[in-house]
């Protein structure tokens, strides 16, 4: 079953307005979270690493202004798109770090995904 | 600088054999990883190989070479629903995933 859920699923809004997207661990403790872009035939791009009780390390080009992630507890997670625009539509998709089962390595479980369009 | 290598589309047919390959170059190697993306989806993850040889899983089955950099997810008896992009990441020293682009696999009746 799922072990990370996201919300909403689907984003309609204006350009111009802010756009606040959940990311949840469910029945575990996520002290790491990854945001991740992925627009149309393209791969995953990770935009930020989310720590929770910590800022997030973004990655290179992603502006930390207009994307405000924040990680208050460990089971949640939130992106904020400020001021979005058209350009900023996009599948904007979660994930968490969980032990892969008989090992001592860690994987990432997604969250379904979020598909913003800005109009 | 790091990067994984896949192809960027395969076509087979139902009930067939496909191997979709990965080569990789990274800082430091800590896992290797295969995960399924259907369209319009998220990716779930499928494999994880960390030492040399093979893994099976059912119908898939993922195999690794550290020494040659390499690896090649294996896909069986082939189902429509197999039809789906396959992403090979690898975590590197710093325990972060570097991504390949993704092979679209496309599978014909």
């Known amino acids: 079953g799922a072990v990370v859920s996201q919300h909403p699923s689907w984003v309609i809004c204006k350009s111009g307005t802010s756009v606040k997207i959940e990311c949840r661990s469910l029945?575990?403790?996520?002290?790491?979270m990854f945001w991740y872009r992925q627009f149309p035939k393209q791969s995953l791009m990770l935009m930020a690493t989310?720590?929770?009780?910590?800022?997030?390390?973004?990655e290179q080009g992603v502006e930390k202004d207009k994307f405000l992630i924040n990680h208050a507890s460990l089971t949640l997670s939130t992106l904020t798109v400020t001021s979005a625009h058209p350009e900023d539509s996009s599948f904007y998709i979660c994930?968490?770090?969980?032990?892969?089962?008989?090992?001592?390595?860690?994987?990432?479980?997604f969250g379904p995904g979020t598909r913003l369009l800005v109009l | 600088g790091q990067n994984i290598d896949q192809p960027t589309e395969m076509t087979a047919t139902e009930g067939a054999i496909v191997q979709i390959n990965c080569t990789y170059q990274?800082?430091?190697?800590?896992?290797l990883f295969w995960y399924q993306q259907h369209a319009g989806e998220a990716p779930t993850f499928l494999s994880y190989?960390?030492l040399d040889g093979l893994e099976e899983k059912g119908r898939f089955s993922s195999f690794l070479s550290r020494s040659k950099g390499y690896s090649y997810l294996l896909l069986k008896e082939l189902q429509m629903k197999d039809s789906a992009s396959y992403l090979c990441?690898?975590?590197?020293?710093?325990?972060?995933?570097?991504w390949g682009a993704g092979t679209k696999l496309i599978i014909k009746p």
């Open positions: 994930s968490a770090k969980l032990p892969l089962a008989g090992g001592p390595q860690e994987t990432q479980y």
């Open positions: 029945d575990f403790q996520a002290t790491t």
């Open positions: 989310s720590n929770e009780g910590s800022k997030a390390t973004y």
């Open positions: 990274t800082s430091g190697f800590n896992g």
């Open positions: 190989n960390v």
């Open positions: 990441a690898v975590m590197n020293s710093n325990y972060q995933l570097i």
